[in-house]
């Protein structure tokens, strides 16, 4: 991957408003990395790209693509990458289905994703397109591990510009519920290989033995997991909470991740959907089956499905008259939190809550207190936590607080909980077991029909380069750094016994901390109270949860954060915030031409490439360039140049015109390069003297539909149109 057609810069093409805003900013990036012999190229790994390159038999022969994930996922592994990684869809099953159906009527012979695979073909598809389902990308490109914060010119902005945040009340009924036995957490064993090994999973059964999973290798020192969730506990749970909720007058309201843990959350999802409706499915649960009613795939598609059905639709409307108000993705149009299993994304939705003081949306249009029903207990006491901090201390201050960092480990698909392929929905009653290839039995569990077991794994290597990031970064800023890590938890307790030996060799075990995830959000929230900072050092689903949650009450946003990773052949990859809210950006612009996504996480990471560049390639301009983005991107917050909400307010298009202009203007004045100085000079002139005429054809945009061609594959030329509509800027830019 090292040879001279790969660009020096990959930024990734990818779904919905980063993709969008994409149209409007990489032109502007290639034309500014130009003047320093920088190429930046671009890789498809968006959600249509990914099913559009899974099956190259099925298009003609101008229809294929590359399947440039693989191929990012080989230069990942090289000291030479340098990729900007936007937020793709983690695609749940209805988007999934969603996408193909279009590209189906853009006339790609796609084959139709079976729910029920029968036929050998069918069984087929459905593999290939489990593959791309949930979180495919992140764990091929995530080769390091994760350092995510606030770069200081935003927190700083964030504390000079401090957003609205919800009040919070000592007699607040909002709170957390999750399981307390027969969950993940609670049938938790884990073990550190001492030696290679391969491994199967078998179901033993009375019929006999059943081989899950087959040839799963792990090198040395991996820490190997293994785990269940009881249906049946489950079941009761929901149940019981669902009575609790109508007796307490709250919303109830489901928190799940059912795209990153493709397998697991979204059978936990169907149960939420079963319990709600239980009277209607032992009523009508095999004209249902019949129907194709698949509960897991959501309320939505349900109702879908027996909309002709009186009987049922009656059915369904006397037990929602015995159910407590639900939590609401969108109270207008009557779309609840059980509608969809990847509306509600709990790293998303739970900060969000909490920054509003614990209050969610009713179908009465209305903000109501809420129960937060988090099945598993692994990390629903973060949660709890934070919402019994609030109730006793008050919403947080960001005008005053200080910051979370965070340290994740990741790489090379640590602790893939859920998204893994070694996770199932047990068929019968047995004993799931992991043997090795020298016929020790590793983990085992008695389970029943229905059960959901699952099994993860983190190797060595990865964790000690966690680790030892954490000292640097420890090193470089001296914040109180604790690592989030339950003795009494099994894979922790693993986790922690490999941590302590490195803090001591390295003779700064004094400088850090290990505490459970409960007592460590309580340090956290007293920590940044007080003014002061911390660094999260946590595994991958924490790193997933925490830099939400810290970002959102900080910042308002995660979208904003700096996030590097550090790849572990000395590569980098760049990524720029999350992506939770771009179904509904996408929306706005279809409807009114006004997109509200805001790049800030990606100038962040754009500066922080150049940078990188200068030092891998020896590239002086590189540098210049990224420290011009750095000024650029203070511009856009001093100014405050950032898209607004509404329609006929400047939008991301406006914020990439005044940040190419911040750009230039920066490197017309640094003295550091006398050449790129004397180039863009003629180009800030360009921008400031076509000021008025260039907003003024971005605003004339505004207020009517935009046709894109295309919501998951849209029509490049018609996206162009739509995104680059100054004809002043284009002519500058090119």
């Known amino acids: 991957m090292s040879d001279q057609t790969t660009p020096d810069i990959i930024y990734t093409k990818v779904d919905e408003a980063p993709e969008l805003a994409s149209a409007s900013f990489l032109p502007i990036i290639q034309k500014f990395a130009s003047a320093a012999g920088v190429t930046v190229g671009t890789k498809d790994i968006s959600l249509a790209g990914r099913i559009i390159a899974t099956f190259p038999e099925a298009l003609a022969e101008e229809q294929r693509i590359p399947d440039d ?85 935003v927190k700083k902005f964030a504390q000079n510009n401090p957003h609205r945040m919800g009040a919070w009340t000592a007699d607040s009924k909002t709170r957390v519920a999750s399981m307390s036995g027969g969950d993940f957490f609670s049938n938790e064993v884990s073990a550190t290989l001492d030696k290679p090994a391969t491994a199967k999973i078998v179901l033993e059964t009375a019929a006999g033995e059943t081989v899950l999973k087959d ?208 996770t199932f929905e047990i068929p019968e009653n047995g004993t799931v077991k992991m043997v090795l290839d020298d016929g020790t039995v590793l983990h085992s569990h008695k389970v029943e029909a229905g059960d959901i077991w699952r099994s993860a794994s983190a190797r060595k290597a990865p964790i000690e380069d966690w680790v030892n990031l954490a000292i640097e970064r420890q090193k470089a800023t001296g ?45 956290s929230l007293e920590t ?43 590569g980098g990859l760049f990524e720029t915030g999350a992506g939770g809210s771009a179904p509904k950006h996408v929306q706005q612009l279809q409807e009114e031409n006004h997109l509200r996504w805001d790049s800030l996480g990606e100038f962040c990471a754009l500066g922080e490439s150049f940078k990188f560049l200068a030092d891998q390639k020896g590239n002086a301009k590189a540098r210049v360039l990224g420290d011009a983005v750095e000024a650029a991107t203070q511009g856009i917050l001093d100014h405050d140049r950032s898209p607004s909400r509404k329609v006929g307010e400047p939008d991301n298009r406006d914020s990439h015109y005044w940040f190419a202009r911040y750009w230039a203007e920066a490197l017309a004045a640094q003295s550091d390069d006398a050449e790129l100085a004397a180039h863009f000079a ?18 004339a945009a505004q207020g009517k539909p935009a046709d894109l061609g295309g919501y998951y594959h849209s029509d490049p030329a018609k996206t162009a149109a739509v995104m680059r509509p100054s004809q002043t800027l284009n002519e500058i830019i090119g």
């Open 69 to 153: 994930l693989a191929i990012l996922g080989e230069l990942v592994k090289t000291p030479e990458a340098n990729v900007i990684k936007l937020p793709n869809i983690s695609a749940s099953v209805p988007q999934l289905v969603a996408a193909i159906k279009e590209l189906q009527a853009q006339g790609y012979a796609l084959p139709d994703y079976p729910e029920a695979p029968a036929t050998d073909a069918e069984k087929a598809a459905r593999a290939k397109y489990d593959t791309i389902k949930g979180s495919a990308v992140n764990p091929v490109l995530r080769e390091g591990n994760s350092d995510r914060r606030a770069a200081a010119a």
């Open 215 to 422: 040839g799963v290798s792990y090198p040395a020192g991996t820490v190997v997991d293994a785990t269940y969730m009881s249906a049946k506990a489950l079941d009761a749970f929901l149940a019981d909470e669902i009575a609790k909720t109508k007796d307490e007058g709250t919303l109830f309201s489901l928190h799940m991740k059912a795209t990153m843990m493709k397998v697991s959350d979204p059978i936990i999802f169907g149960h939420a959907v079963t319990q709600w409706l239980k009277p209607v499915f032992d009523q009508y649960g095999d004209r249902m089956k019949e129907l194709g009613v698949d509960p897991n795939g959501g309320l939505g598609s349900l109702l879908e499905k027996v909309k002709d059905e009186a009987d049922i639709m009656a059915a369904i409307d006397a037990v929602r008259d015995t159910r407590p108000p639900m939590y609401m993705v969108n109270s207008d149009k009557g779309i609840t939190n059980l509608h969809v299993p990847s509306d509600v994304i709990i790293d998303a939705s739970m900060p969000a809550l909490i920054r509003a003081g614990g209050k969610g949306w009713g179908p009465d249009g209305k903000e109501h207190d809420t129960n937060c029903v988090i099945p598993d207990n692994s990390y629903a006491p973060v949660y709890e936590a934070s919402i019994a901090f609030f109730k006793e201390n008050g919403a947080l201050n960001p005008a005053t607080a200080g910051t979370v960092q965070n340290l994740g480990l990741m790489a090379q698909k640590a602790e893939e909980y859920g998204s893994h392929p070694t």
């Open 479 to 523: 914040y109180r750094s604790i690592f989030w890590l339950d003795a009494k938890r099994a894979h922790d307790a693993q986790l922690i016994a490999m941590v302590k030996p490195i803090l001591d060799a390295k003779g700064v075990a004094d400088k850090f901390e290990i505490m459970a995830p409960r007592e460590a959000t309580i340090a």
């Open 528 to 570: 940044i109270t007080k003014g002061e900072n911390t660094i999260a050092i946590t595994g991958n689903v924490l790193r997933d949860y925490l830099t939400d949650l810290f970002p959102i009450l900080e910042l308002a946003t995660s979208a904003k954060m700096l996030s590097i990773v550090k790849l572990m052949q000395g």
């Open 682 to 699: 003629p180009i800030a002139k360009a921008l400031a003297d076509g000021e008025a005429a260039i907003t003024g054809e971005l605003a």
